[in-house]
């Protein structure tokens, strides 16, 4: 079992910025990739960034440039910096984590609001 706390997110104007993050307790050490993901009203969810254990990151194409994502291995923390906001940056953001072996599950947060405004 893993459990993840997220904290971070919040309102903010267009073109402000935000740090996510998300702190992960338990089987920590079979953990393989942390990211992010973030689902819109009416809209599927969907991946913001990933980064593994040795520290290889991807994004979505909508986010690269203004999103970073890195990870702390001793703290079990993911964190995403969020710069240059937009409006359709507004989501729930979500903390997912993989493990490194394939049968077993994939944890989530809670869930954290985005809001940017105009």
């Known amino acids: 079992q893993v459990q993840l706390v997220e904290s971070g997110g919040g309102l903010v104007q267009a073109g402000g910025s935000l740090r996510l993050s998300c702190a992960a307790s338990g089987n920590i050490f079979s953990i393989n990739v942390m990211g992010w993901y973030r689902q819109a009203p009416g809209k599927q969810r969907e991946l913001v960034a990933g980064?593994?254990?040795?520290?290889?990151?991807n994004y979505a194409d909508s986010v690269k440039g203004r999103f970073t994502i890195s990870r702390d291995i001793a703290k079990s923390t993911v964190y995403l910096q969020m710069n240059s906001l937009k409006p359709e940056d507004t989501a729930v953001y979500y903390c997912?984590?993989?493990?490194?072996?394939?049968?077993?599950?994939?944890?989530w947060g809670q869930g954290t609001q985005v809001t940017v405004s105009e």
């Open positions: 997912n984590v993989k493990m490194t072996r394939p049968w077993l599950p994939e944890y």
């Open positions: 980064i593994t254990n040795g520290g290889r990151s």
